[in-house]
């Protein structure tokens, strides 16, 4: 259930300069890290088709002051690189078809989810021992799939997630955090809220739906110039700082 803001609002500019740096571990030439190095306390952050964005290193930046944790953010899209704001929003036909294209290949859920499962791996390595999954509009989908595997996490969380799903809710094997903007579906929302509420961790889920808040609000579409909106970005971060310290 992907909407229509998706597919229109454009990525907003920042100049944010994120406190982290970009690090090669294991398959992976480029990870966004930031926080506390050899924290047993990680999380795994699964960008927007932006790729690194300053909001979104912005947002990791906090959880990790916050949480006293590490959080590391992959390159998913290596080496094909994210989508291009000159694409997107689509202006053309070739845009549509690279648009189709890039959902299809680079940024095929499953694949992603893959990678993921990959990666955990080397966090684990590293000595994290709690380890949690956030994702946004595209990562949202990507990290709510990887949820219904809970060797790989012990939480997840989706911020204005694209096509959002109660069949992917009924698959959720671990604590979900859930902050949908209002370009989400409130009923899919409920449905979803219903599903996880039956599952044996629901006292730990978390759930805030964001009415006034646009489809990618807390990532790189976010405009903290905008009062509201920074007042609502921060409010989901610590929401979500809320949900990992407690369901870890």
């Known amino acids: 259930m992907s909407s229509s803001a998706c597919c229109s609002i454009p990525a907003v500019t920042s100049d944010y300069t994120p406190k982290g740096t ?8 480029k990870v966004y890290v930031t926080g506390t190095e050899g924290s047993d306390k990680a999380l795994i952050c699964v960008f927007d088709i932006f790729g690194f964005f300053p ?11 916050t949480l006293g944790a590490t ?16 694409r997107h929003p689509p202006k053309n036909k070739e845009d549509e078809e690279f648009l189709s294209n890039f959902f299809a290949t680079t940024a095929a859920p499953p694949k992603a989810v893959e990678k ?19 994702g946004f509009c595209w ?11 809970s060797t790989v996490v012990g939480a997840a969380a989706v911020v204005h997630p694209a096509m959002f799903s109660v069949d992917d809710a ?11 903007s209002k370009d989400e579906s409130k009923d899919e929302l409920e449905k979803v809220e219903k599903v996880l509420g039956g599952k044996p961790f629901a006292s730990k889920n978390d ?3 964001y009415s006034t808040m646009h489809h990618g609000w807390a990532a790189a579409r976010a405009d903290l ?24």
């Not at 993921?116 to 956030?134: E, I, M």
């Not at 920074?230 to 407690?246: C, G, H, I, M, P």
């Open 55 to 65: 909001q979104t290193q912005q947002g990791a930046d906090i959880l990790a002051s």
């Open 116 to 134: 993921v499962k990959a990666f955990s791996q080397v966090v684990k390595s590293g000595g994290a021992k709690r380890l949690g999954l956030y």
């Open 71 to 86: 959080v590391y953010m992959p390159d998913f899209f290596a080496p094909d690189g994210p989508v291009p704001t000159s």
């Open 22 to 29: 970009y690090k090669s571990l294991g398959d992976f030439d």
């Open 170 to 180: 009924e698959k959720v094997q671990v604590p979900m955090g859930i902050y949908p």
């Open 225 to 248: 110039q905008n009062a509201e909106n920074k007042k609502q970005f921060e409010d989901v971060y610590s929401r979500l700082a809320t949900f990992f310290s407690s369901a870890l």
């Open 139 to 149: 990562g949202g989908k990507v990290s709510m799939l990887t949820a219904a595997d």
């Open 207 to 209: 759930f805030e739906y």
